[in-house]
């Protein structure tokens, strides 16, 4: 891998609990994020998945300060991001935007498509008068909107055209680095098709770095490079995508997998079950924080909190004591991958076939 874009190491995110109205006293500690450590190479998509709650969101926003963290280190392009003061952040987030969640909700209705794109090439001095125009124009083409487009405002535009402007938002400064916060999660399966296809034709044309948050692995699969897999607040494996997908060495990981459906009515496959919900991360399990839902638990793995290591393949690391036991190839369908499949029924109805 080439010299890292973005360098984490050691994050963690603990919030306060707070009870009391006037005079309030801290009760507790949410452990959001605990402590994880990972890389992003140029031209990279790095995927964060993992069950609601495990803390992807929140390592999104604190690689982009929209969070502050409560200990670690952040190194983007050579720069330590938790050492810039005001005005050196504003200049470095140039190179770092968001696509958030819900496109809804993430534009101001007040302001057109227009007035959104200038704002950001206004505020980082990239454009103005006749340019400014010209620049709009451009950001809107590369989304596959119109020019007219620009006059319009947001309740006018379906989701995915709202979500389309925003990812325009983002391109608008021109980043090295874009945190796309599950882009296409509210997105129709028929819509997360295009703006996953334009998220990759974006990315190879303009040579930009994603880190990718999202549910769904059979997205992640369509457009990852490697896959950290998130469980409480810890990344629990990290893989090349193809590694994760053919051999996944966490107990996690084979269930998150297993869950995958498969796109052939006739395909058996079996179907692993975890056992529980997923403890509070206001007081985490001891040892191995999945070991309260684990088939394969054993005493060392409650008193114990394994730690990531180098398993199977080249750039495979695992947090389990007994990961090089636990085979997970009876796991992995081998038809093709779901979202796959959603694309080739998509160019199937695009030629009337």
Known sequence: MSEALLSVSGLVKHFPVKR?????STVGTVRAVDGITFDVAPGETLALVGESGCGKSTTGRMVLRLIEATEGTIRFAGRDVRALDRGALRNLRRDMQIIFQDPYASLNPRLTVGDTLAEPLRLHGLASGAVLRQRIDQ???????????ALRYPHEFSGGQRQRIGIARALASQPKLIVCDEPVSALDVSIQAQVINLLQDLKRRLGLSYIFIAHDLAVVRH??????????????????KKSLFAMARHPYTQALLSAVP????????ARIRLAGDVPSPLNPPAGCRFH????YVQDRCRKEEPLLRPV???????????????????LVPEAEPPFAGRLAALRRLAVGV
């Open 262 to 269: 498969v796109p052939d009515p006739t395909a058996q496959r």
């Open 139 to 149: 950001l809107l083409a590369e989304v596959g909107l119109s020019a007219w487009h």
């Open 312 to 330: 199977g393949s080249e750039g495979q690391v695992v947090a389990c004591h007994f990961a090089e036991s636990i085979s997970a190839s009876a």
């Open 20 to 24: 009391g109205i006037v005079f309030q």
């Open 223 to 240: 457009i990852s490079d490697r896959v950290a897999v998130m469980y409480l607040g810890k990344i629990v494996e990290l893989a090349p």
């Open 292 to 295: 309260t839902r684990c088939a």
